[in-house]
């Protein structure tokens, strides 16, 4: 086991990637606290224990630094000093041309994604730098640096996450502590399931494994980052997306990619 006696944090836990990840820890060996701005996070801190992990959980809102303060405190108090922290929770605040999107929307995004991690950094630095041991993951998206289609708020504050990450080496590497980012591309949350059937096959066609990735594969280079193995991986941009962040618009790519779908 990659994780046994580390306690880990993990945000945005309901669902989706934060909850597959924290059962891919659990079974590392990992203790768990997971939080989330929904109540249906409790679920997730039952299925950890479930595993025979210590878990514990905290309902709280991560752009706001109050509350942020409360709930890792919780967590703290249950689980002890946090040397894993996975900052997952994010948000697509709304979709639209940079024209038609709004200041909330745009704020929104700002602060859910890119001060939300700020905020949770801040609140478990000062034991990771203490104990000359700590992991930091920021999970970013690949729209930081490709962009991403009336999405322009998200696509900044994921490559907003990048300077923070890369800053977070800079500061702290001689601590014993490391911080990644990971770009994920498309990958099966409930969310992306449900996407109508021919938008989800088109987007499958410029992927170059030809699949969409599992949450579990997330969880487990989450894991590996996390583990004493990645000790010298330090401020690294690391893609999970099956080479969807390569060259798929080239003309090459494009008959290939025609060739297997037909119609595209
Ligand atoms: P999701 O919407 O299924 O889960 C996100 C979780 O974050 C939810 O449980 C939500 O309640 C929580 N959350 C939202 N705002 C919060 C807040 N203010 N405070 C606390 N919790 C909050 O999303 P997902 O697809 O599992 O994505 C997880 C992360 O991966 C996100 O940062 C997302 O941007 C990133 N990502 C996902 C994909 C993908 O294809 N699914 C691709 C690239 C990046």
């Known amino acids: ?41 409790e679920e997730t801190a039952r299925a950890v224990a479930a595993l025979g992990r210590r878990a514990a959980w905290a309902v709280f809102d991560i752009s706001n630094p109050a509350e942020v303060a409360r709930g890792v405190g919780q967590i703290r108090e249950q689980l002890g000093d946090i040397d894993v922290l996975v900052n997952n929770a994010g948000i697509v605040a709304n979709i639209a041309r940079l024209e038609k999107m709004t200041h909330e929307a745009w704020q929104r995004e700002i602060s859910v ?52 990450t890369k800053t977070v080496t800079l500061e702290h590497a001689r601590d014993g502590i490391t911080c990644n980012a990971i770009l994920p591309g498309l990958i099966g949350t409930e969310l992306v399931q449900m996407m109508p ?21 997330v969880g487990d280079l989450i894991a590996f980052l996390a583990s004493d193995r990645a000790a010298y ?32």
């Open 1 to 41: 086991m990659l994780l046994e006696g580390k306690v880990v944090l993990i945000s945005g836990a309901a669902r989706g990637i934060g909850r597959a990840s924290a059962l891919v820890l659990a079974r590392e060996g990992a203790d768990v606290g997971v939080a989330d701005i929904l109540p249906e996070v």
């Open 233 to 264: 991986i330090n401020g690294a941009e690391i893609r999970i997306d099956g080479g969807m962040g390569l060259n798929v618009g080239s003309l090459g790519s494009r008959r290939e990619m025609k060739e297997s779908t037909g119609d595209l």
């Open 197 to 217: 059937e021919e938008i989800r096959e088109r987007a499958v066609a410029s992927i170059p494994a030809r699949r969409i990735g599992r949450t579990e594969e």
């Open 113 to 164: 994604n890119l001060s939300g991690a700020f905020n949770m950094i801040k609140e478990v630095i000062g034991p990771m730098v203490r104990n000359k041991w700590g992991r930091i993951i920021n999970i970013s998206s690949g729209a930081a640096t490709g962009g991403l289609h009336k999405q322009i708020g998200y696509a900044a504050s994921k490559a907003g996450l990048l300077g923070l």
